[in-house]
């Protein structure tokens, strides 16, 4: 068994703490200072956010919003963007599962790593020629 009193861990702001990470899922522990956000973004994982001290907002990218305080617990399923915002000092724990998602850079072969790298800087060249 192992433990974590997450009223009392040290964090610094924006800088996740990876609390434990296995095959089936990863916990983490992140602070946001008031007016802080989480820009809009995704995982690969299905996510629960929980939040531990403060109040946040919550938007996905089709309008709906989650807004509270201490016992807020919101599901994101996988590759759902979404944008986080503090608007107090707020403590989140974040569960993600599985660990890692499909299509997470850890879940990929050296090979498909190279594809979408190859990939992505084809796809970034022919924006960069096409605005031109």
Known sequence: MKSWDLRSIELKPRLPEILASDDDARAIALDLAAGEDLAE??????????VLRGEVEVRGASGEQARGGTGLV???????RHVVRALSDARLLLLLTPWPGRGHPGAMTITQKLYARRHAAKHKNAEGSSAA
């Not at 973004?41 to 929980?50: D, F, G, Q, S, Y």
Request: proline residues 6%; charged residues 30%.
């Open 74 to 80: 919101v599901e994101l399923a996988p590759q759902e």
């Open 41 to 50: 973004h995704e995982v690969h994982e299905r996510a629960w956010m929980v």
